[in-house]
């Protein structure tokens, strides 16, 4: 790991960890760019718009079912459901929604759903602590940069040694941001920050069986960030190197720690923003997929092409993002089911081959069973790429052979919804009803969107809060 570099945020302080709370006790709203506030209240109604999609899911009553058993029901809200649970569950539950269909919004260096664990914990610490609409705002403004800028930092190592970053960096972003909220200072954010250190993990084994142990990552991680910066608001004491530390998380959580730039987390932190760096999800798959649909869609639309053309598909990628979304080839072929067809290159190019679009509707069991798709996998492969521009951008190429003789080829340089190829807001607004209205009617959606994009003028979380519940 190169050496640890505490930036222009630091002055005199020795750590990481002492530049991340002197950011937290510098914060002002007031000194955050509109753009960036715009920027975010669009991220947390993503957010919200998936979880609400997630309810029709069969994880999300199972999820609810298990927590509602061990801990009861509590004051807090639950997304898209009637029903409330305690501080914790209710972060468990409510992120594990904004995860569950992979729709979540990505920072693209960091790999990481910023969202998924920043929101839960801005709802139920805001909540907890009685702040107020701004207050929540900076919260989850503190919570998404920690994360983004944390997992940055790793250059792609956490992957590499089989850890999933959202669940990981996700903790600490939450530690911070909920420590925010409980107004800690000094000791206490350090506190906070070395006790998640010990809570923090996610593994990738979901990938070898499309198991849904994926989709709450980033929900434990915003409950132990709670958790630890709770603990420290009373005293609790935490290790004081965290992050680069001889078992800290750049040497116990990688397998080359010098892959670390640890600099990343400091630089220009508090006037540079991750946010804007924060790519929204034009399709519910992993992000290394997406390059692939629209490249796919491309070839299609283009050619007139049905899958009674096509002889082979093959996606050109990143060698680093092959084994997230290519191998182990054979199941990659034949998803069993929806988590295993979302991390499948394979599937994605052959169901928006076939469908003409890649939707939620794409991973419902008819779409996973349709014998048509199925036939496209047996016909899709992969190559690594060279060209790839990975992982500034999640770029891919498509390269078709078709029965007729034809050889056809469509590059996306930069993955669409990212900071250099942008949504509109439009879009991300007609996502979030799109997504809502699978669970509540339009006129509660439009309360939810109106309670978000007012979010800094509310004296209370209170009403975004009952918005949320399913009337």
């Not at 302080?13 to 509109?34: C, H, I, M, R, Y």
């Not at 920690?146 to 792609?156: F, P, V, Y």
């Not at 925010?180 to 996610?202: F, M, P, T």
């Amino acid at each position: 790991m190169n050496d640890a570099t505490t930036g222009s945020m630091s002055g005199t302080k020795s750590t990481l960890s002492e530049a991340l709370a002197d950011f937290v006790e510098a914060f002002d709203l007031d000194q955050v760019p509109g753009d960036v506030l715009d920027r975010a209240k669009l991220n947390i109604l993503d957010a919200l718009g998936i979880g609400f999609a997630s309810v029709g899911f069969d994880f999300a009553e199972r999820l609810a079912s298990a927590l509602t058993e061990i801990g009861g029901t509590g004051d807090y809200p639950i997304i898209g459901m009637d029903l409330r649970l305690s501080q914790r569950d209710s972060t468990h539950l409510n992120g594990t929604l904004i995860h569950g269909l992979d729709y979540d919004d990505t920072h693209s260096g960091a790999v990481v759903h910023t969202s998924a664990s920043a929101v839960p914990t801005m709802l139920a610490a805001g909540l907890a602590t009685g702040a107020d609409g701004r207050r929540a705002l900076g919260a989850f403004l503190i919570a998404s940069e920690a994360a983004s800028r944390i997992g940055a930092a790793a250059n792609g190592g956490f992957h590499q040694r089989g850890f999933h970053p959202t669940g990981v960096v996700g903790a600490f972003g939450s530690a911070i941001g909920a420590g925010y909220l409980y107004g800690l200072k000094g000791d206490q954010l350090l506190d906070a920050q070395g006790i998640v250190l010990s809570q923090a993990s996610a593994s990738l084994e979901f990938l070898d069986d499309g198991a849904w142990t994926k989709r709450n990552h980033p929900a434990w991680a915003s409950a132990c960030g709670q958790t630890a910066a709770m603990m420290a608001k009373h005293g609790y004491f935490g290790p004081r190197k965290p992050y680069e530390g001889r078992y800290g998380l750049f040497n116990l959580y990688m397998r080359d720690p010098a892959m670390a730039d640890p600099s990343v987390i400091t630089e220009g932190l508090g006037r540079e923003w991750s946010m804007m760096g924060i790519a929204f999800k034009p399709y519910p798959a992993c992000h290394f997929n997406h390059a692939f649909a629209d490249a796919t869609l491309a070839l299609k639309n283009e050619h007139k092409l049905t899958p009674a053309d096509i002889k082979s598909m093959t996606a050109r990628i990143h060698e680093d993002q092959s084994n997230v979304v290519c191998e182990p080839e054979v199941n990659k072929m034949r998803p069993q089911n929806a988590y295993d067809a979302q991390f499948s290159v394979h599937y994605i190019m052959s169901a928006s081959m076939s469908r003409g679009q890649f939707t939620l509707d794409e991973l419902e069991d008819d779409a996973l069973q349709d014998q048509t798709i199925l036939d496209l996998c047996s016909k899709s492969g992969y190559e690594i790429d060279p060209e790839s521009a990975y992982p500034t951008y999640y770029s891919g190429e498509v390269v078709i052979e078709t029965n007729d003789g034809r050889r056809l080829a469509h590059r996306e340089a930069i993955n669409r919804g990212s900071a250099d190829n942008p949504v509109s807001p439009a879009d991300i607004e007609a996502k979030f009803f799109a997504n809502a209205t699978r669970t509540v009617e339009r006129a509660q959606a439009e309360r939810v969107m109106d309670a978000v994009m007012s979010l800094e003028s509310h004296g209370s979380l209170d009403v975004l809060a009952d918005t949320l519940v399913k009337s």
